[in-house]
């Protein structure tokens, strides 16, 4: 008699068991779909399938007497597909490379994707970095050469450069 309670006590233990082998064999079925289903999916080439629309390219006054490069631009999406988790990373740096003003970093769209022939609003982005001084935003003229470059992604796919634009010595507005 001990013996066949032993052997129920152990039967609701097998029976978990088994579920959770189920359960764990259809995550990982599922999972693995979902991974070819998305490799399958056509990459789109952010080069020629993304439309940088440059709105306005100088410095922007960001407080009394600070300056900053920025860039506003519109996007538009010109693939066929829907890009997800689009976002954007500008480096702003002087034409000559030695100085730099540091980097902006955007989500354009989240899950909800850019829908293809979608366009942004538009967005402008600066750097943390600048001149700081009294009377900074009179002196534009006196500025470095600066440009700044642009590199998009969306979903897993990696950066790509998708545009350089020179900072023009004016002031911007947001």
């Not at 989500?107 to 994707?113: D, F, L, M, P, R």
Request: proline letters at 4%; a positive charge; aromatic letters at 8%.
């Amino acid at each position: 008699m001990r013996d066949e309670g032993v052997q129920r006590s152990m039967h609701p233990f097998a029976t978990n068991a088994l579920r959770r082998d189920r359960v764990l064999m259809m995550t990982l079925l599922a999972f693995g779909v979902g991974a070819l289903s998305f490799a399958r999916s056509p990459t789109i080439d952010l080069r020629t399938g993304l439309q940088v629309e440059p709105v306005a390219a100088g410095w922007l006054s960001v407080g009394a007497d600070k300056v900053v490069p920025a860039l506003s631009v519109q996007l538009k999406n010109r693939s066929d597909q829907k890009l997800v988790v689009l976002q954007l990373i500008l480096r702003f740096r002087s034409v000559d490379d030695v100085d730099e003003w540091g980097y902006a970093f955007r989500t354009v769209s989240g899950s909800a994707g850019l829908e293809p022939g979608g366009i942004t609003d538009t967005l402008t982005l600066r750097a943390p970095f600048g001149y700081v001084g009294r009377g900074a935003d009179r002196m534009v003229a006196n500025f470095a050469e600066a440009k700044v470059e642009l590199f998009a992604k969306y979903a897993s796919t990696p950066w790509t450069s998708v545009g350089e634009y020179r900072i023009a010595r004016q002031l911007i507005d947001r």
